[in-house]
């Protein structure tokens, strides 16, 4: 059976994500001969002495005059372990409103380094944003080892300089891999230049690192999404709650708790098209059915009766503002979807803003402008059921809509109760 | 149990999702449904999504008037069977109203006047949600689509300001005129789709499979010989060993050379192809580089 991995890959511009891509994809066989033909065609045009790999995810007629990514680019490949969907993001500040809608997905994030410049802002700024994603797993591609004579001592200066920066974030998973890109080093194979390191290649590290125990498996939480009753002669008293797990396990016969009414009841059978099921985890979109009959409609929370999530109208959250025509500040309605729960909400304030490269937090600021983040306390019209972010990222997030222009302003991570 | 989750049960499971999502903060969604073999697989995951209810929104069939006879059959049986409404919407009928006219030449495809079809149709019945069974491994515009694709009151997408679209929470608010394009296969290949088609047991066309038809070579692509497309001179038809790998306007859509007369065998090609689908199959997107961004902002599929 293969496992599906989610990766992103950012970094600065020219470190070679695009070249890092096509190489994956064309080593795993993913590069389709009319798809090479057409980058081909498409490069001498542009006058380019060779291929420019960077074209078959630059897919947007903008992102191909300008040479820039704009917006995040979703690719496919598969080796017999895995299967793969890459979100090659953009590194420019001003679209780090694409680059998280990549990542927040992501099982693991690669942020590449050019040997020769070492860590910039950039890098720095793309492993904090991965840090506050809380993607489980953070790959430093040292690429361009070829222009440093696959120098062991570069390589370990620069996993001495971020990983003096890594200490102040919250990672769980670091791995530095050497490579080039261009040349192929330590991207399927491991690299006879670089015998010095120990390390496995980046795609046996995709293929191996370990992560089904990233997801949450103890927290039990189902967002209902839809009652289904069917009205027909068969199903006649048939009442179903679909949705999909969140965190946790569900089992028949458990006993639950529906929030917000805070009845209880027991877990009759857990339902799939495919016929019952003895349980049911996160991420599995079942139907629940259960024992007595009681009141429970879209965005209410099933649970555990020994273990709810918070429920609470006033939440603290790190926010990264994602609008460019309008602030965040104290005062701001706006509404909220959290889970399958829409309310609308109020900013009560704005605690600080993080400088995303220094970590320093500003106390004084009162607004988050376009691509900033920082502490915010919400008020909500409804009680929200939610664990922490950093306990599962399904019950502890929400984005933040304009009521006037439909736009997705905001998103958040929850950090607790106020 | 052992909490592993295959990346078809994984992929399933999303889709899913976000079909439930669509069909409760919707109003009037609508599946579009081509025949082909991915609305075929969004079809089925609608079904499992309400089951044992039957699906909540109807589906709509573009219809360009040049499908094959297999396609019309597959899609009446199907829709029976669910129980659900059908909405065909002809492209001939607009073109007898005259609100369209008809390319001329025997180069002449009805692909392009689908656009304006499918726009007017979701208008006339207001349907607020459009579900396509696009993929984003397709084409390179659509590898930057998002699940949720917001188009304004001219249908219109503008691929340099799209939402950001976190997590798994989709944001369909719009205002009365526009609509959504929902995308619920957008992580699937067209491996995977086979895959599952191998796994549920699911039926699709036979055109899909190998067969003996009458094709010619046109612009590096086979071509059927049908009532909608004239031969040209020095196009010789003969017949050949060929199956479909996409299907749409006959016009349009070539035929691959092809011996896989099984799931299975199809499953190995497709492994093996070293062409993607519709760099193999595809005259419209072979008008020019960006044919398909342009095609995506006026409102196209
Ligand atoms: N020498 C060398 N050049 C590389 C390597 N990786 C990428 N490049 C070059 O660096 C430039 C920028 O690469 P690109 O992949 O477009 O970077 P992106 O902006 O991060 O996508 C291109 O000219 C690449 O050929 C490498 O490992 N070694
Ligand atoms: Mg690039």
């Known amino acids: 059976m293969s496992e599906l991995l989610r990766f992103a890959t950012a970094g600065s511009v020219d470190d070679g994500k695009s070249t890092l891509i096509g190489r994956l994809l064309f080593d795993s066989k993913s590069i389709f001969e009319d798809q090479m033909a057409s980058v081909a065609d498409a490069s001498e045009r542009m006058g380019l002495e060779g291929p420019n790999l960077a074209l078959l995810t630059d897919g947007l007629r903008a992102e191909r005059e300008q040479g820039i990514t704009i917006d995040v680019a979703y690719r496919y490949f598969a080796t017999p372990k895995r299967k793969f969907i890459i979100a090659d993001t953009p590194g420019h500040v001003q679209y780090t409103r694409n680059m998280v809608t990549g990542a927040s997905t992501a099982d693991l994030a690669i942020v590449l380094i050019d040997a020769r410049k070492g860590v910039l802002e950039q890098s720095r700024r793309h492993a904090f944003i991965a840090s506050l994603l809380r993607i489980p797993h953070l790959v430093i591609a040292v690429n361009k080892m070829d222009l440093v004579d696959y120098s062991e001592d570069r390589f370990n200066e620069i996993v001495e300089e971020f990983g003096s920066f890594a200490a102040k974030l919250d990672i769980s998973d670091l791995t530095f891999i050497p490579l080039s890109a261009l040349n192929g080093d330590n991207v399927v194979g491991r690299s006879e230049h670089m015998t010095w390191f120990e390390g496995s290649s980046l795609l046996h590290h995709l293929e191996t690192v370990h992560i089904a125990s990233d997801r949450n498996l103890i927290d039990a939480r189902f967002p209902v999404q839809c009652v289904l009753r069917p009205h027909t002669d068969e199903f006649h008293d048939y009442r179903g709650y679909a949705g999909r797990v969140a965190s946790g396990v569900f089992r028949a016969g458990d006993e639950v708790m529906v929030l917000p009414s805070g009845f209880t009841t027991k877990i009759k059978r857990i339902e799939t098209f495919d016929g019952a099921v003895d349980g049911a985890f996160a991420p599995m979109s079942v139907t629940l059915l259960l024992e007595d009959e009681i009141d429970i409609s879209r965005g209410d929370m099933i649970c555990r009766p020994q273990n709810q999530p918070t429920s609470a109208q006033d939440i603290d959250a790190m926010v990264c503002w994602l609008a460019d025509e309008t602030v965040l500040s104290a005062g701001s309605k706006l509404s909220i979807k959290h889970t399958t729960r829409t309310a609308r909400a109020i900013v009560k304030d704005v605690k600080y803003r993080l400088d995303i490269n220094s970590l320093h937090r500003d106390e004084a600021a009162e607004t988050l402008q376009l691509n900033e983040m920082g502490r915010v306390s919400i008020r909500t019209t409804l009680p929200l059921f939610f664990d922490e972010y950093r306990r599962s990222r399904e019950t502890g997030s929400f984005i933040l809509i304009d009521e006037a222009t439909n736009a997705t302003v905001g998103a958040g991570m929850i950090l607790g109760e106020t | ?301």
């Not at chain 2, 659900?84 to 009805?110: F, M, T």
């Not at chain 2, 031969?231 to 050379?257: H, I, L, Y």
């Not at chain 2, 099984?262 to 090609?269: F, G, L, P």
């Open chain 2, 1 to 301: 149990m052992n909490y592993e989750l295959s990346h078809l049960k994984t992929l399933e499971s999303e889709s899913i999702h976000i079909i439930r999502e669509v069909a409760a903060e919707f109003e009037r969604p609508v599946l579009l449904f081509s025949g082909g073999k991915d609305s075929i697989v969004m079809l089925r995951l609608a079904e499992k999504a309400f089951w044992p209810a039957k699906i909540p929104f109807p589906v709509m069939h573009i219809d360009t008037g040049h499908n094959f006879e297999e396609v019309y059959e597959y899609r009446d049986r199907r829709v029976a069977e669910l129980g659900i409404k059908l909405v065909v919407a002809s492209v001939q009928d607009s073109i007898d109203s005259g609100k369209q006219v008809e390319q001329k030449g025997p180069r002449a495809s009805r692909n392009q006047l689908q656009t304006m079809t499918l726009l007017d149709a979701l208008e006339e019945h207001g349907f607020d949600a459009a579900f396509g069974g696009a993929r984003r491994d397709e084409e390179k515009a659509r590898s930057k689509e998002r699940v949720y694709s917001f188009r304004d009151e001219f249908g219109q997408w503008d691929p340099k300001n799209q939402r950001p679209e976190l997590w798994s929470l989709y944001n369909g608010r719009h205002l009365r005129g526009e609509h959504i394009r929902i995308f619920p296969l957008s992580n699937w290949t067209e491996l995977d789709i086979w895959q599952y088609i191998a796994e549920d047991g699911i039926e699709v066309p036979n055109i899909y499979y190998a067969h003996e038809r009458e094709v010619f070579e046109r612009d590096g692509m086979l071509l059927a010989v049908t009532e909608f497309v004239t031969v040209m001179e020095g196009e010789k038809p003969e017949t050949r060993t060929v199956r479909f790998r996409t299907v749409g306007d006959a016009s349009c859509t070539g035929a691959v050379e092809s011996d896989a007369r099984t799931v299975q065998e199809v499953i190995d090609e497709v492994s093996a192809t070293r062409v993607t689908e519709r760099g193999a199959t595809r005259a419209d997107d072979r008008a020019s580089e960006a044919a398909m961004e342009d095609r995506k902002r006026q409102g196209y599929f």
